[in-house]
């Protein structure tokens, strides 16, 4: 009888140590997992309760990201959520430049560039779009290229312009 209850002690306690070690593993993963997120939430974007609207008056830009993380060194990292699936070459050019902008705003709103911005498609493939002189230097370019006269290049086709919710304001449109 004495065998049988020190087997089961002993038992016990290796599944309690088993137990202690799988939550301690669990925390560590938790942790590691918190390390790659941007951040605590800032705002959000959201149908019915809007997040901010970031101004920046000196480069005529506006915008309001989906969501907005604090990091732990205070920058503010702007996420962009799509819900196609994630190309596999990495960010559309038109998404990669939608970030750009709200890394400038949060710049010129804040005082303080982010590092970077992220943008989360719908089957959950994330890309960041690191805010560099880089990004800055194409983003201005094309702001730029935005504000100069329409210089008649487009190709106007009937099928596309139909669709195109900047039909009624286009002087391009396809008849």
Same mark, same amino acid.
């Given at each position: 009888?004495?065998?049988?209850?020190?087997?089961?002690?002993?038992?016990?306690?290796?599944?309690?140590?088993?137990? *202690?070690?799988?939550?301690?593993?669990?925390?560590?993963?938790? %942790?590691? *997992?918190?390390?790659?997120?941007?951040?605590? !939430? @800032?705002?959000?974007?959201? /149908?019915?309760?809007?997040?901010?609207?970031?101004?920046?008056?000196?480069?005529?830009?506006?915008?309001?990201?989906?969501?907005?993380?604090?990091?732990?060194?205070?920058?503010?990292?702007?996420?962009? !959520?799509?819900?196609?699936?994630?190309?596999?070459?990495? =960010?559309?050019?038109?998404?990669?430049?939608?970030?750009? /902008?709200?890394?400038?705003?949060?710049?010129?709103?804040?005082?303080?560039?982010p590092p970077?911005?992220? @943008?989360?498609?719908?089957?959950?493939?994330?890309?960041? @779009?690191?805010?560099?002189?880089?990004?800055r230097a194409?983003?201005? %370019?094309?702001?730029?290229?935005?504000?100069?006269?329409?210089?008649? #290049?487009?190709? =106007?086709?009937? #099928?596309?312009? *139909?669709?195109?919710? !900047? %039909?009624?304001?286009?002087? /391009?449109?396809?008849?």
């Amino acid at each position: 009888m004495a065998l049988g209850l020190s087997a089961g002690l002993l038992l016990g306690v290796g599944a309690l140590i088993a137990l *202690a070690v799988l939550v301690a593993a669990a925390r560590a993963l938790g %942790r590691l *997992a918190e390390d790659r997120r941007p951040g605590a !939430f @800032v705002a959000v974007d959201l /149908a019915r309760a809007p997040g901010p609207r970031l101004v920046a008056p000196r480069y005529r830009l506006a915008g309001r990201p989906d969501e907005l993380r604090r990091r732990p060194d205070g920058r503010v990292v702007p996420v962009e !959520f799509k819900s196609r699936d994630g190309p596999a070459g990495g =960010p559309l050019p038109s998404h990669r430049i939608q970030v750009a /902008a709200y890394c400038l705003l949060i710049e010129e709103t804040t005082g303080r560039a982010p590092p970077f911005g992220l @943008v989360r498609y719908g089957d959950g493939t994330e890309y960041t @779009v690191p805010w560099d002189a880089e990004q800055r230097a194409e983003l201005l %370019r094309l702001l730029g290229e935005l504000r100069q006269p329409y210089d008649g #290049r487009a190709r =106007p086709s009937a #099928r596309r312009c *139909a669709r195109c919710a !900047f %039909r009624p304001g286009c002087d /391009a449109a396809a008849v």
